[in-house]
T-cell receptor, first 111, second 117 residues
Framework: GENVEQHPSTLSVQEGDSAVIKCTYSDSASNYFPWYKQELGKGPQLIIDIRSNVGEKKDQRIAVTLNKTAKHFSLHITETQPEDSAVYFCAENSGYSTLTFGKGTMLLVSP | ETGVTQTPRHLVMGMTNKKSLKCEQHLGHNAMYWYKQSAKKPLELMFV???????ENNSVPSRFSPECPNSSHLFLHLHTLQPEDSALYLCASSHSPGLGSGANVLTFGVGSMLTVL
């Protein structure tokens, strides 16, 4: 990977609302796109990932979409809950390289 | 616990001290990583060891010295650090890069918060 831009840097939502975090990348060889969640006092943990041969993947309240033509991918969280509050990182790589991470998005879900 | 254990959790040191950070994994992985996490910056990859050989070193200053005695243990030796080195140092492990789909999945420890005075 080369460069990953992540937006927004902070996101505040009310409980029950949806949250969307977007990332863009520049390396056309990128084929793996994970999302990590980092709670306070903990290390990042993988929550969902997608490979370049699919456009969307869902796991309960979270989903990731990928647009390879536009070189962007997004994390969608529906029916947000206070325990979703954390810092979320997108990342990408091209299989034989190490992951390149975005700067992170601090998500705050208010009750 | 994620299976990756880091010690110490917190470390305060002066610029002339020598200290070490330790990481241990019990996941059967054969690649280990050191990342630096500073506020409002992407995670910065410092070193990668795969099968106990250093395979990546991202222009890290020589005051940081890694050591990987076996596939389960990783150290980061610190000496004559600067205040700007204060950060959270994260250890991670995975299957070896390039060896199948599981190679991309990193398991992180909770980190060692370093403060350099």
């Amino acid at each position: 990977g080369e460069n990953v831009e992540q937006h927004p840097s902070t996101l505040s939502v009310q409980e029950g609302d949806s949250a969307v975090i977007k990332c863009t990348y520049s390396d056309s060889a990128s084929n793996y796109f994970p999302w990590y969640k980092q709670e306070l006092g903990k290390g990042p943990q993988l929550i969902i990932d997608i490979r370049s041969n699919v456009g969307e993947k869902k796991d309960q309240r979270i989903a990731v979409t990928l647009n390879k033509t536009a070189k962007h991918f997004s994390l969608h969280i529906t029916e947000t809950q206070p325990e979703d509050s954390a810092v979320y990182f997108c990342a990408e790589n091209s299989g034989y390289s190490t992951l390149t991470f975005g700067k992170g998005t601090m998500l705050l879900v208010s009750p | 616990e994620t299976g990756v254990t880091q010690t110490p959790r917190h470390l305060v040191m002066g610029m002339t001290n020598k200290k070490s950070l330790k990481c241990e994994q019990h996941l059967g992985h054969n690649a280990m990583y050191w990342y630096k996490q500073s506020a409002k910056k992407p995670l910065e990859l410092m070193f990668v060891y795969s099968l106990e050989e250093r395979v990546e070193n991202n222009s890290v200053p020589s005051r940081f010295s890694p050591e990987c005695p076996n596939s389960s243990h990783l150290f980061l030796h610190l000496h004559t650090l600067q205040p700007e080195d204060s950060a959270l140092y994260l250890c991670a492990s995975s299957h070896s890069p390039g060896l199948g789909s599981g190679a991309n999945v990193l398991t992180f420890g909770v980190g060692s918060m370093l403060t350099v005075l």
